[in-house]
């Protein structure tokens, strides 16, 4: 199996990782080299640590082997499965899908990991509905079990049992959803980290403190404003702003802070400042 990766970054290294660890021959592209370097490099880290934690069932440079980085579209053309995972962005991805649409062989399922974005609107953009699908990881995707399967309204039955079948052989868990807006994670998650920004906002407490709440109260693995920076503000801005704009209740409105720490380049830990300092 050919898998093809569309963005080296923090989920796009991801899924190539988890492709090449499970056996298929993966490609990665991105806009330009320096992104695939950087992609490649975090990718090199997390084999080490797997290796070292005897996790790995091939050699880390045999893994690397199975690997191809390019910034080519055309290197997709005979892929069987290409995951797109850049910029969390209707118009961008369907540019993107409207070319794809064009260069993958006819047979080839092409799969979006977008956090909350109608699967429908991409399936359409691509001109093969049917064999279009919602492949949502979860980050990071080296450590992380579910894969969430969205079906578009065309999604035929063979595409979504072909992504399901994939995803087991990647390790993962899939479970299946319908088409809304967030899908079922970011319904329910992204409305919990906005809460927890208001709360900054309002001086309900300290950043550390709200943190501290859910984790030592609820058991969460990181503070919701850790998951955030950790997630990507700018990320978790588009997918409020689709919940929002898709689901249209009041209680989707982004915080008007996730929205100023956005507009002043503070994207967690991407970019090196969020509600905490990397
Ligand atoms: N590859 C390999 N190893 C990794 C890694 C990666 N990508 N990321 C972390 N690790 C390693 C760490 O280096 C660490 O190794 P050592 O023990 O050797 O130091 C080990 O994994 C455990 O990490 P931590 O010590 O930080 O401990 P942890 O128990 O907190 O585990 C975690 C880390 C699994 C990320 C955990 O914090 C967690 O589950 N956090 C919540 C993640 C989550 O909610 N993800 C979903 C986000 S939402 C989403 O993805 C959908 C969307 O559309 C936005
Ligand atoms: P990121 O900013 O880390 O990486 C995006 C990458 O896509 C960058 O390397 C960028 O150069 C590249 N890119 C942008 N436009 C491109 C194009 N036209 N062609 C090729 N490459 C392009 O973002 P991310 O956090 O990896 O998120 C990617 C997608 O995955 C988004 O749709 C996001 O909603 C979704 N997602 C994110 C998370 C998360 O926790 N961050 C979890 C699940 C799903």
Do not use: W
């Not at 995707?141 to 309204?153: A, H, K, N, S, W």
């Not at 309002?202 to 403190?209: F, M, N």
């Amino acid at each position: 199996m050919k898998f093809g990766v569309i963005g080296a970054g923090q989920m796009g290294g991801g899924i190539a990782q988890v492709a090449a660890q499970s056996g298929f021959d993966v490609v990665v592209q991105d806009v330009k080299q320096e992104f695939l370097d950087r992609g490649r490099a975090v990718i090199e880290k997390s084999l080490a640590k797997l290796h070292d934690k005897g996790r790995l069932k091939d050699a880390p440079d045999v893994i690397l082997a199975r690997m191809e980085f390019t910034t080519d579209l055309n290197a997709f053309a005979d892929c069987d499965l290409v995951v797109e995972a850049i910029v969390e962005n209707e118009g961008v991805k369907a540019d993107l899908f409207r070319q794809l649409g064009q260069i993958v062989k006819p047979d080839g399922i092409l799969a979006s990991n977008t956090s909350s974005i109608p699967i429908t609107a991409l399936a359409s953009a691509s001109g093969r509905p049917e064999r279009f699908i919602g492949m949502h990881f979860m980050n990071p995707v080296p450590l992380m079990q579910l894969v969430e399967v969205i079906r578009g309204y065309s999604t035929s039955d063979e595409t979504a049992q072909f992504v399901t079948e994939t995803a087991q052989q990647m390790g993962k868990t899939p479970l299946a959803c319908n088409d809304f807006p967030g899908f079922v994670s970011n319904r329910i998650l992204m409305p919990m980290l906005n809460e927890a920004i208001q709360c900054v906002m309002e001086g309900v407490a300290e950043p550390e403190a709200i943190d501290g709440i859910m984790k030592l109260g609820m058991n969460h693995p990181m503070g919701p404003l850790t998951l955030a920076d950790f997630i990507g503000l700018d990320t978790c801005l588009a997918i409020m702003e689709v919940l929002h704009m898709g689901l249209g209740d009041d209680k989707y409105r982004p915080s008007p802070l996730l929205r100023k720490m956005v507009q002043a380049g503070l994207l967690g830990r991407k970019s090196g400042q969020g509600f905490y300092t990397y």
